[in-house]
């Protein structure tokens, strides 16, 4: 990681990479564009929340049967508005929304589909902790202009797609992004005062070990052997193995990730039985867990449901969930050995 290219926008990073691809269109470029608009004013509305009736909950209930917070509803609004005419689009997916957004008929649709968490961790807002937007951006698996939107059409594994990425909305406003193929993971910077994103962490690499673990302690009692077992692991000194491991959890996703992004260590959010609605974990795999296992594959790290590769998971689902272990490459290893039995 490095901070020689700084003063490079997001603009002109994302038509270098196009140059270097000659089967490029340009209509990626738009998407990504568009969709860094929409940050910029869900960027604005979360730093000025505290200030305007945005923050608090609605009183409604989302698909995912949590309560919607007012900037939920703003930021999910933002995205779909922004995105829905720039023509480049075949449907989008949210957290919020039950099923596949379609685009309005008076808008030409394209090949790509956007799923999105508009803001993740938004239970933190009232008190000022880091909050996100994550997407995952995929080709449709049958080219041409039909105009049926089916699921299967949408529903693909993680490894197929073509960019990935989240916006972090904290001291500062960061993107970070990859468009797979060994093109990296780089981070920018938004600086209010010329309203671009500037490129501030260039080549992100996650070691390959980190000193970190993070998950919500508080489900202790909910999870099987195995997972107080490995967490059993992380807290016990040994000078050998650079153990105990620190504990970080603010209880925002994309904070935390991104955390151990720059840091090393591993994020966890394992199978409980704390709902039984939800044996498979809370997370969400289209939305959450397939784009930032894209980020982290690409940075050099690893992330697994705890028997392999969350990017290889068919997806049978819109709002399919999973465990989620991710980050530092042994330390997932490590995590996936315990899960599956292995140790």
């Given amino acids: 990681m490095g901070k020689k290219g700084l003063g490079i926008t997001i603009t002109q990073h994302i038509l270098s990479q ?6 490029a269109t340009g209509a990626f470029t738009t998407l990504i564009t568009e969709l860094i608009v ?3 004013v869900i960027s604005r509305e979360v730093n000025k929340a505290g200030l305007v009736d945005i923050l ?3 009183g409604k209930i989302n698909v995912q049967d949590e309560r919607v917070q007012k900037l939920d509803i703003f930021a999910n609004q933002a995205i779909i508005e922004r995105m829905q005419h720039i023509g480049q689009l075949w449907c989008m997916g949210s957290e919020e929304d039950p099923d596949l957004i379609e685009i309005p008929p008076q808008f030409p649709k394209g090949e790509y589909i956007l799923f999105f968490d508009p803001l993740d961790g938004s239970s933190n807002i009232d008190v000022n902790i880091s909050i996100g937007t994550i997407f995952g951006v995929f080709k449709k698996k049958n080219s041409g202009t039909t105009p049926d939107l089916l699921l299967d059409d949408v529903l693909q594994p993680g490894i197929k797609q073509v960019a990935a990425g989240y916006f972090v909305y904290g001291s500062s406003t960061i993107m970070v992004y990859t468009t797979g193929n060994n093109t990296g993971v780089h981070g920018f910077t938004l600086f209010p005062s010329v309203g671009e994103f500037l490129l501030s962490h ?4 996650i070691p390959e070990k980190g000193k970190i673990y993070s998950v919500n302690e508080g489900n202790y009692v909910h999870w099987d052997k195995k997972t107080r077992a490995l967490v059993d692991y992380f807290k016990t000194k040994d000078k050998e193995t650079g153990r105990p491991y620190s504990t970080r959890y603010v209880g925002s996703l994309v904070a935390d990730f991104h955390r151990n992004l720059l840091k090393g260590g591993i994020f966890m959010y394992p199978a409980d039985k704390k709902d039984p609605k939800k044996p498979t974990g809370k997370l969400r795999l289209m939305v959450e867990a397939n ?15 705890g028997h392999g590769p969350i990017l ?10 999973t465990p989620l272990y991710i980050g530092s490459k042994q330390d997932v290893e490590l995590a996936e050995a315990y899960i599956s039995g292995k140790v």
């Fill in 202 to 205: 260039e080549n992100i690499r």
């Fill in 312 to 321: 290889n998971i068919e997806p049978t689902g819109l709002h399919q969930r």
């Fill in 38 to 40: 929409a940050a910029k």
């Fill in 291 to 305: 784009p930032l296992a894209m980020v982290v594959k690409e940075a050099g790290g690893y992330a697994s449901d």
């Fill in 18 to 23: 196009q140059r270097q691809n000659p089967e």
């Fill in 56 to 58: 608090g909950p609605t």
